[in-house]
C-alpha cells in the first residue's frame, strides 16, 4: 500500500471537482483528490448491495480474518499514516498514535462480533421451532468528521462490516486521505472484496444523497448537532436508522477536597488536547470557591508553559486549528466572552492558525465560551460554593455528553455524577476518554444515546428477523 497516491483507492472515478489536500499549519497541499457527487452514492449504494449478500453468507472466520488483518495493518503502515494524521488533520504525533492504536483496536474488536452468538431460541405455544436471528442490515452510510477522522471513521466501518454490511464511508474533505482513503488502502491489502467499501469524499450534497438513498437503511454520523439534527430529521422522513454522536460543552467539576497540585494536568489535558477540536472536550471548569482563585493562576500558567506550532516539524503540545473558518468561530467567542466581561488569563492570541491555549474567568451563564460549544484550546473556569450548585451548573444547558469530577472521595464523586445525566462519567479523571470496548454516546442535544462498542454495535448495524419452523405444514380452521 503506497500513501502516495490517493486517487488509487477509489474503485471508480469520481464525478466531482478536484480538491486540494492542504495542511494547515503551512498551507501547502498535500495531495489533490477527487470529490464525489450525488450521482456517486447511487451508483455506490447499487455496487454495495450487489457484494453485501454474498459478503454476510460468508463463515464468520473469514470476515474475522479480513477484520484482523486490517488491524495489523495499521500497525504496520504506522509510520505513513501517522505522517498523514499529522500533516493532514494537525495533529501532534502522540495524537496521531493514539488514533492508529484505536483504530487497531477497533478492528481486533470488530473481528470477534462476527461470531457472537446471533440470536434467541423462543418458547413457542405451536408445536415448531421459533428463534430470532441478528441479521445483517444490508449498506451502513458512514458520515465522518475531521478532528479524529481515523477514529470516528473507523469505530464504524469495522463494526458494520464485521457484521456482514457493505459501507459507503463519506469524510470530511478536509481530512479525506486520514479519514477516509487510508481506510479504503488498509480494506483493500486486507483482502476485502471489491464492492463492498466505498469511499466518498465531498460535502454536504453527498451527505444528503447517502441519507435520501434507499439503498442505505442505517446511518451513523459524526459531527455537529446542528448538522446531526439535519441529518436525522432527513432520516426519519426515510424511515431509516440514524445514530448520531454530536457535540458537546462537557464539565469538570473540581470538588474541594481534590488534589490541585494533581488535577491542573488533567485540566489542562481535557481542554487543550488536539487545540480543543474534540466532541468531549472539557468545555466548562466548575471550581470550588476554595480553589477558584489558586486554579485559574495554576492553570493559565500550564497553558502559557505549552508549545504551540507545526507538529510535522516540532515537538509541541498544540497544533494548528483546521482551517480559517473554525479559527474564526473560535477568536469569536473569546473576544465575545472579553467584552462581555469575561477576564482572560492566558492566551487569546493566535499567529496564522495556531492559537494559543486561552483560559478564561469571571464568567456567568451568557458567557459566550462558557455557553456555547467552542471546539478550539479555550478553558473557561466558574466557581461554585455547594455540591448542588454544581450539580445545577453541570446539568444546565443543552448537551449531555461527557463529564469528570475530582475528588479525594471517589464515593461522593459516583454519588454526585448520578444527579448530572451524561452519557459518560469519568471520576478522577478529565471529559476526553476513547476505548474500542467501551459503549459511546451522548444524550440530549449530544446524540442519540451509546451507539460503540460491544452490544452496541450489534444493535446499530443488524436487525432482528424472527424464524419459525414445523415439522409439517400447518392446518387453520378455513
Not at 472536550?281 to 508553559?305: F, I, M, P
Request: with cysteine; net charge negative; hydrophobic share 45%.
Amino acid at each position: 500500500m503506497s500513501l502516495l497516491d490517493p486517487k488509487s483507492w477509489q474503485p471508480h472515478p469520481l464525478s466531482g471537482p478536484e480538491y486540494a489536500v492542504t495542511e494547515p499549519a503551512t498551507g501547502d497541499t498535500l495531495a489533490t483528490v477527487t470529490l464525489a457527487g450525488g450521482e456517486d452514492v447511487a451508483r455506490s449504494a447499487e455496487a454495495a448491495r450487489a457484494a453485501q449478500s454474498e459478503w454476510a453468507r460468508l463463515p464468520h472466520f473469514v470476515r474475522a480474518g479480513v477484520l484482523r488483518k486490517a488491524g495489523d495493518l495499521f500497525a504496520a503502515h504506522a509510520d505513513e499514516l501517522r505522517g498523514w494524521l499529522v500533516r493532514e488533520s494537525g495533529s501532534i504525533p502522540g495524537k496521531a498514535d493514539f488514533e492508529l492504536h484505536v483504530a487497531a483496536q477497533e478492528c481486533y474488536e470488530a473481528a470477534a462480533l462476527a461470531s457472537r452468538p446471533a440470536g434467541q431460541v423462543l418458547p413457542s405455544e405451536a408445536p415448531r421451532l421459533s428463534y430470532t436471528r441478528r441479521v445483517p442490515v444490508g449498506v451502513v452510510g458512514v458520515i465522518s468528521p475531521f478532528n479524529a477522522p481515523l477514529i470516528l471513521s473507523i469505530r464504524s466501518v469495522a463494526p458494520a462490516l464485521a457484521l456482514g454490511n457493505a459501507v459507503i464511508l463519506k469524510p470530511d474533505p478536509r481530512t479525506a486521505v486520514c479519514g477516509g482513503l487510508s481506510l479504503a488502502g488498509v480494506f483493500a491489502e486486507a483482502g476485502l472484496p471489491e464492492g463492498l467499501f466505498h469511499v466518498l469524499p465531498g460535502g454536504p450534497d453527498v451527505g444528503q444523497a447517502l441519507v435520501a438513498d434507499p439503498r442505505v437503511p442505517v446511518i451513523s454520523f459524526t459531527g455537529s448537532t446542528a448538522a446531526g439534527r439535519a441529518v436525522g430529521e432527513a432520516a426519519g422522513r426515510h424511515l431509516k436508522r440514524a445514530h448520531l454522536e454530536l457535540g458537546g460543552n462537557s464539565a469538570l467539576i473540581v470538588l474541594e477536597d481534590a488534589d490541585i497540585e494533581a488535577v491542573i494536568s488533567t485540566a489542562a489535558w481535557g481542554s487543550f488536547f488536539h487545540q480543543g477540536q474534540i466532541c468531549m472536550t472539557t468545555g466548562r471548569h466548575l471550581v470550588h470557591a476554595s480553589l477558584y482563585e489558586e486554579y485559574v493562576e495554576r492553570l493559565a500558567a500550564k497553558a502559557d508553559s505549552l508549545a504551540v506550532g507545526d507538529p510535522h516539524l516540532e515537538q509541541v503540545h498544540l497544533g494548528p486549528i483546521i482551517d480559517d473558518n473554525q479559527l474564526a468561530k473560535v477568536r469569536g467567542l473569546v473576544d465575545a466572552s472579553t467584552a462581555q466581561g469575561a477576564k482572560l488569563a492566558a492566551g487569546g492570541t493566535h499567529e496564522k492558525l495556531f492559537y494559543r491555549p486561552t483560559v478564561l474567568a469571571g464568567l456567568d451563564d451568557s458567557t459566550p465560551a462558557y455557553a456555547e460549544e467552542v471546539f478550539g484550546p479555550v478553558a473557561p473556569v466558574r466557581s461554585f460554593s455547594t455540591v448542588d450548585e454544581a450539580a445545577a451548573l453541570a446539568a444546565a444547558g443543552p448537551y449531555g455528553l461527557s463529564l469528570g469530577i475530582v475528588t479525594g472521595d471517589a464515593a461522593r464523586g459516583l454519588d454526585l455524577a448520578e444527579r448530572i445525566p451524561t452519557g459518560i462519567v469519568h471520576i478522577n479523571d478529565q471529559t476526553v476518554n476513547d476505548e474500542a470496548v467501551a459503549p459511546f454516546g451522548g444524550i440530549a442535544a449530544s446524540g442519540t444515546g451509546a451507539r460503540f462498542g460491544g452490544e452496541a454495535n450489534v444493535e446499530a448495524f443488524t436487525d432482528v428477523r424472527w424464524t419459525t419452523v414445523r415439522a409439517d405444514v400447518a392446518t387453520y380452521p378455513f
